[in-house]
């Protein structure tokens, strides 16, 4: 019989290990030289990434238009979704329409507040204040319309996770769009290309693991924790890769378990430090609202014009809600449910609290107290320290704010990190064997140390890139399959009129 220390012994390889690089960066004299080579070498490899995804057609990023393309399709085709069953998703989730005996791992919350404490997290803080920052006020109004538009992209991906998953003897769950794209693909006809799709797919995902939920998450938290808590990088790099570690070894139902303990208790401080802020100011809000207006269609100063903000916008809303990247349904499809469309509708609501609520509220209050165009504030804007820049912006209201947004901002980026974590832990498998899952778990676990000693701009690079580029496999496979999607629904609706009478 295996000892239960030896199931830890992997962590404990990787904190020995990275001992010697935290006794080494704590000499910063010594450290610097090295770590901005490695920076240098970090960002130029980043840079080809982000100029081949990124390639613009008239100051529109091709990968941006595939998006809002990709929502607008879905909204269109599924006849507004999004607005017909909101009130119905809120009742799935409260439990009115639950079967006890349906397969699956977790709850519908729990799958809810798994995906969501992946996606409500520093895209909220540091993500909004970038986009404010870059494209004005303006960029508020569109990362809104992206949001609510997505809304249907989260709600397709989502039911397709769930209808083309696959349930092990063992009870475990494996699924998103690596399954649906495989085996979706197969049944109409086209396995050869579902089956590239799926690997490319997976492996985008693992990297997005690594830069955009992982790297990025602990680089900005750091940026606004130091705020108010003098701490070396690496010492806050590894207290995360610590915490982080102990949490995905135990897998989806503590990472539920978890999630669905961190994700109220973040949102609740979050919203309430937030709502006090709109409070307290509460006479500035029409006159903010009105700027983030004038400014979506006439921006000053904005490089690219409405273009720009667009770009800004709808960007920085996908990066905060995820829809049409895929990365959700992985965590859906471990949802207990007898009908897919079910958790569809249940994953419509992410993008709203997301980025219709939460995000709006960082935004509100980056606007009024004007920290996105404080001279003051020019060095932090530059470096992209989003996440430190709200801090300010929170701080300017109430001295002890950062306190608070510090907490909330370590306990966002945590839950993200470990939802992320079972995402790309879902790809690995697909790409290796479940045996292999150490390796992935030790290299997750590192990049989270690494994202603490950084540059951030290069790690918001390198995050964006990896991130955006699961969309490209995601959204081609999603056109294929969306008459899947409305043939459930539409069963599903007859089933619900059925039930009424």
């Not at 199931?7 to 910063?28: G, M, S, Y």
Request: proline share 4%; net charge neutral; with cysteine.
């Amino acid at each position: 019989m295996r000892k239960p220390f030896l199931k830890h012994r992997w962590l404990l390889t990787l904190v020995l290990c990275l001992i010697p690089t935290a006794a080494f960066a704590v000499d910063e004299a010594a450290g610097e030289p090295l770590l901005n080579s490695l920076d240098a070498a970090f960002g130029q490899f980043v840079n080809k990434i982000f100029d081949v995804l990124f390639f613009s057609i008239g100051g529109f990023p091709l990968i941006v238009l595939w998006l809002i393309f990709g929502a607008v399709f879905f909204t269109i085709r599924l006849k507004f979704v999004n607005f017909r069953l909101f009130g119905h998703a809120i009742d799935i989730v409260r439990g009115k329409h639950d079967d006890p005996n349906a397969p699956g791992e977790v709850s519908h919350f729990q799958a809810l507040a798994t995906a969501l404490s992946a996606t409500v997290g520093l895209g909220n803080i540091a993500g909004v204040a970038i986009a404010i920052s870059v494209g004005g006020p303006g960029a508020t109004l569109w990362m809104t319309l992206g949001g609510l538009l997505g809304m249907s992209s989260k709600m397709v991906e989502c039911t397709l996770g769930q209808k083309y998953r696959i349930i092990k003897p063992s009870g475990s769950v494996a699924g998103g769009p690596m399954y649906y794209l495989s085996r979706g693909f197969a049944e109409i006809g086209l396995k050869p290309l579902g089956n590239v799709l799926a690997i490319l797919f997976s492996i985008c995902c693992i990297f997005a693991a690594f830069g955009a939920a992982n790297m990025i998450q602990v680089n900005q938290s750091y940026s606004a924790v130091r705020q108010v808590l003098p701490i070396y990088p690496w010492l806050y790099g590894l207290i995360l890769a610590l915490l982080v570690g102990l949490v995905i070894i135990g897998g989806i139902h503590r990472i539920g378990q978890v999630a669905g303990t961190i994700v109220p208790v973040m949102c609740v401080l979050y919203v309430a430090a937030a709502l006090w802020i709109l409070l307290v100011n509460f006479t500035q809000i029409p006159n903010a609202i009105g700027t983030i207006f004038q400014q979506a269609f006439t921006p000053q100063a904005v490089e690219g014009g409405v273009i720009g903000v667009i770009v800004q916008g709808f960007r920085r809303s996908t990066f905060s809600n995820e829809a049409g990247v895929g990365s959700a349904a992985i965590a859906h499809s471990a949802a207990r449910t007898d009908r897919p469309i079910k958790e569809g509708l249940v994953a419509l609501l992410e993008p709203f609290i997301d980025t219709v609520v939460i995000c709006n509220m960082t935004a509100l209050v980056v606007v009024i107290t004007g920290v996105y165009n404080n001279p003051e504030y020019e060095a932090i804007r530059k470096a992209g320290e989003g996440a430190a820049l709200t801090s300010v912006a929170f701080g300017t209201v109430i001295s002890w704010f950062p306190i608070l947004l510090a907490i909330s901002v370590f306990l966002f980026a945590f839950s993200t990190m470990i939802s992320w974590s079972y995402y790309a832990e879902k790809a690995w498998e697909y790409l290796f064997s479940e045996r292999s899952l150490i390796v992935y778990r030790i290299l997750f676990v590192g990049a989270t140390f690494i994202g603490a000693i950084a540059k951030p701009q290069s790690v918001l690079d390198f995050g964006d890139a990896t991130f955006f580029a699961m969309a490209l496999f995601n959204l081609f496979g999603m056109y294929f399959l969306t008459n899947k999607v409305v043939e459930d629904l539409s069963d599903y609706e007859r089933y619900l009129k059925r039930a009424k009478l």
